[in-house]
């Protein structure tokens, strides 16, 4: 598995008049956590597109558990349990600054030649850069 | 069953470098398709906040079948198949232009209580309003 | 003069935990404003980027008289004050439900071509459509 | 004068069909700028709330120089130039990764007591606090 951690501040911008987070910001969370998931592996998205790949989502389910509020200081895990085959598959979990879990995220993106807007599979980058995380459950 | 019909034009705004809309501008298209087939029904959500009722988001579903892409005119179809209880499903069947299907959202909401921040179960009005759309079901 | 007036409901998503329209929610209401009085003379801007035409924001003043609040029916007023050279200028007028002027905006815009991105001057196009409503001014 | 440096990573949610950062985010960045150059005072505006203070935004002003684009670290200068009385004037000088200055957006806001809703003077937590950075102009 491999996953990684950015924090995420909470903007007036992003809190509705119940002093919650609006519901339809949390993607932008999960945006955000896999992006970073991505460069800490040293795999820069903008790089994958500028090669001629893009990754639309497929699929998002999201769980809503506690509010967040304005000002906290999240923290975002982003976690990838399975190495990618035609999708990937990031889990952003989501912690407020008790550290108490307040938001799962599970998306499903897909990658697609940006010239055909063909379905292709996972770019070799990222499997390379993504495999020594996955060896151990190999044997 | 009850469904109603709203439109939504993509804006700038909405749509990202692909040239498709970003995928976490799809939940603000599921809250303006709740909010108007409430309205349609003759419940207007402002009226619940104004009367104690929150009802913030509990779980999201979101299969992104096609792009949508700028300036087009979308048709949101919010349908509520099974009568609340504690929880309000809706379904939101987004199509494009030439009527496909490009995306499917499924929204779980509860009812909470604004002072004590206690669920409740759904008002009254909301049942009074739904049950003719759900009586030939019962017999 | 020319001007169009567009309608706009405030969402849930748009409001801040003061229970006002976030202040950085205005740019997408002048953007309305704007794409739909070209559209109500006859020009999309879709049609204007697919021919190579961009039009980038270059300056935008905001006033902010009064709050608009949630579910809200806004009136935008978007006016064309002097005919375009190599800059547009569009005024949005926002007035709430009692027709109270809250809020007013000023966006400048440029012709880039999207190709060699260099300033042009306004395609004929909207021109030839502005002109009649400017007609009388110059005797 | 007071004035503090925030980083801003641009997003896929903000950028636009053009590649470039909507127009309309703009403001989103002066709100991260000026909200940490108050926590770097010592002041959390989520404080100033919890107080009795609000802080509504009167008017802004933005000057698009040159466009951000997808990924880009952004530099958000923070600047008060004066001293606050009843109202308050942030200018946000943005630069891209180069250094170069792309964007400068001026806005003002006022103070109003949450409860009456009536401007009041700014707060003497704030004045406090700023004024030893603006000692020297009175020496």
New interface residues.
Partial sequence: MYSHISDY?V???D??????M???????LY??GR?EALRALGV???DL?ESGV?M?????????IR?AQ??ELLEINCKLETLPGTRIIFTSEIRNEEKALIHVGRTTLVFLD?TTRKIIPCPGIILKKLQPHFACETG
């Fill in positions: 501040r903007r007036y911008a809190v509705d008049q119940m002093g919650y609006y519901y339809g910001n949390y993607p932008r945006e955000i992006v820069r998205y903008r597109e893009w639309p989502v497929y699929e998002n389910n999201s769980r809503y509010p304005y000002d940006s």
